[in-house]
């Protein structure tokens, strides 16, 4: 089974700021997908980004970036100059390769960013 | 190519009461999924149907909820009777093909207050 850990619950910051959210995840599994969701107050899922457990390659887009360490079993998210609109919650969440393999979700955390 | 549907958007009951969701998913897509996200909490799987059939239902309770997807197309969620801990979001999602669990398309989501 699988785990995902999202140990930051609530994190408020001022507009420009930069904010990392840290994601740790379990698994047993060699080969995996490792994704991160936003969730602003309407409630439907929005997809940030997929990463395979082979590409250990950091990704940058736009303001957003994203740090895949497996040694460490982590994929942090960082948001530079943060906005108002960044404010949602947000998604850490892993699914092994595979048929019927289960996503699993980390608990969220909940991103504020005051003007 | 449209998005994964579902309706209503939000419904409020009382508790002893029964409720239905409905969900289509994207066209041609074989798999479709429920979830239930808790206030909280991330998205949590309920059942998942491959065509007509159901791949894993084990996080489904089956005293209560029941899940069908006729004519491996549409797919309905019924909860009968609801309780107040079912207050929650249900997110459905589809992915072309079962092995795709890593690409899993959600929809709008099913905001139930259970009173």
């Known amino acids: 089974a699988q785990k995902v850990t999202q140990a930051q619950t609530e994190i408020s910051v001022v507009e420009k700021e930069d904010v990392t959210l840290d994601c740790v995840y379990e698994t047993r599994d060699t080969t995996y997908y490792l994704f991160w969701y936003k969730q602003p107050p309407s409630g439907e899922l929005v997809f940030l980004i997929r990463?395979?457990?082979?590409?250990?390659q950091n990704e940058i887009s736009g303001r957003y970036s994203w740090n895949f360490q497996k040694s460490t079993s982590s994929f942090n998210f960082t948001i530079t100059a943060s906005q108002v609109v960044d404010s949602a919650v947000y998604f850490c969440a892993l699914v092994p390769s595979g048929a019927n393999s289960k996503l699993t979700f980390g608990k969220g955390i909940t991103l504020s960013v005051r003007p | 190519e449209a998005g994964v549907a579902q309706s209503p958007r939000y419904k409020i009951i009382e508790k002893r009461q029964s409720v239905a969701f409905w969900c289509n998913p994207i066209?041609?897509?074989?798999?479709l999924y429920w979830y239930q996200q808790i206030l909280g909490q991330g998205p949590k799987l309920l059942i998942q149907?491959?065509?007509?059939?159901?791949?894993?239902d084990s996080q489904l309770p089956k005293d209560r909820f029941s899940a069908e997807r006729l004519k491996g197309v549409d797919s309905t969620l019924k909860i009968q009777p609801a309780k107040l801990e079912d207050s929650a979001v249900y997110l459905c999602?589809?992915?072309?093909?079962?092995?795709?669990?890593?690409?899993?398309?959600f929809g709008p989501g099913t905001r139930l207050t259970v009173t």
């Open positions: 149907f491959q065509n007509n059939g159901v791949v894993d």
């Open positions: 066209s041609g897509h074989a798999t």
């Open positions: 990463r395979n457990s082979f590409d250990e």
């Open positions: 999602a589809s992915s072309p093909v079962v092995y795709k669990s890593y690409e899993q398309y």
